[in-house]
C-alpha cells in the first residue's frame, strides 16, 4: 500500500538478513561467536540455530546485536543518503527494533503498529510455525509494546480487520504526505 504512493520503504530485517549473507564481516563475526554448527552447508547461516541460541539468553543476544546493528545502521544510512539525492523527502523505515536499537534518532516520526499479544501469538504460530515458548522468548526480548505506544507519534492499531487497517494506514501516509508536501522534490 505504502509502495503504491512512491514512497520508498527500508526494511531493517532484509539488511540485517543482507548484513550476514556469507563471506561478509558480520557474518563471520556470528559465526566464530557462536561456532560453525550455525553454519549451513552453503557457508549461510542457519537462522532457526542462531534464534535458539540469542532468544532467551540476553548475553548472547547482546552480542549478535553488537554485531549486526551497526552494519544494518550503516546500510539505512546509505540508502536514506541515496534516497535523498534522487529527490525524496518521505522515507519509511520499516525497523521492528527501533526504539530498541535507538534508531528512532534517525526518524522525523514514529509510528507503532500495535497488536495484542494473544493475536501476535496467533500470527507467529500461522505464518512462522513457531512454538509457544520461542513466540514467548522473541516477545520478552523486545521493549514492552505499551512504552513502544507512548514513545511513538503514532500508532496504528492492527487488532481490527484488515480494512481497517488498511484505512489507518492510508489516513496515516495521507497526514505524512500532506506535511512533507510531496513525495520528491520537483
Given at each position: 500500500?505504502?509502495?503504491?504512493?512512491?514512497?520508498?520503504?527500508?526494511?531493517?530485517?532484509?539488511?540485517?538478513?543482507?548484513?550476514?549473507?556469507?563471506?561478509?564481516?558480520?557474518?563471520?563475526?556470528?559465526?566464530?561467536?557462536?561456532?560453525?554448527?550455525?553454519?549451513?552447508?552453503?557457508?549461510?547461516?542457519?537462522r532457526k540455530k542462531l534464534a535458539n541460541l540469542?532468544?532467551?539468553?540476553?548475553?548472547?543476544?547482546?552480542?549478535?546485536?553488537?554485531?549486526?546493528?551497526?552494519?544494518v545502521l550503516q546500510m539505512i544510512k546509505d540508502k536514506i543518503n541515496v534516497l535523498v539525492k534522487e529527490g525524496y523527502r518521505l522515507?519509511?523505515?520499516?525497523?521492528?527494533?527501533?526504539?530498541?536499537?535507538?534508531?528512532?534518532?534517525?526518524?522525523?516520526?514514529?509510528?507503532?503498529?500495535?497488536?495484542?499479544?494473544?493475536?501476535?501469538?496467533?500470527?507467529?504460530?500461522?505464518?512462522?510455525?513457531?512454538?509457544?515458548?520461542e513466540i514467548q522468548k522473541r516477545i520478552a526480548s523486545q521493549m514492552d509494546i505499551e512504552k513502544k505506544k507512548t514513545r511513538a507519534d503514532f500508532v496504528i492499531d492492527n487488532s481490527g480487520t484488515l480494512e481497517e487497517t488498511r484505512k489507518q494506514v492510508k489516513d496515516l501516509i495521507g497526514l505524512l504526505v500532506a506535511r512533507y508536501s510531496r513525495t520528491r522534490r520537483s
Open positions: 500500500m505504502i509502495r503504491k504512493k512512491d514512497i520508498p520503504v527500508i526494511c531493517a530485517d532484509l539488511l540485517a538478513r543482507k548484513a550476514l549473507d556469507p563471506h561478509t564481516e558480520a557474518s563471520q563475526k556470528v559465526r566464530a561467536l557462536f561456532g560453525k554448527e550455525i553454519i549451513l552447508r552453503d557457508g549461510s547461516i542457519n540469542v532468544f532467551g539468553n540476553k548475553n548472547n543476544l547482546e552480542n549478535l546485536n553488537s554485531i549486526v546493528h551497526p552494519e522515507i519509511i523505515l520499516d525497523i521492528p527494533l527501533l526504539f530498541e536499537a535507538k534508531l528512532d534518532k534517525l526518524c522525523d516520526k514514529t509510528v507503532v503498529v500495535y497488536s495484542p499479544h494473544k493475536q501476535i501469538e496467533e500470527r507467529l504460530k500461522k505464518r512462522n510455525g513457531y512454538s509457544d515458548q
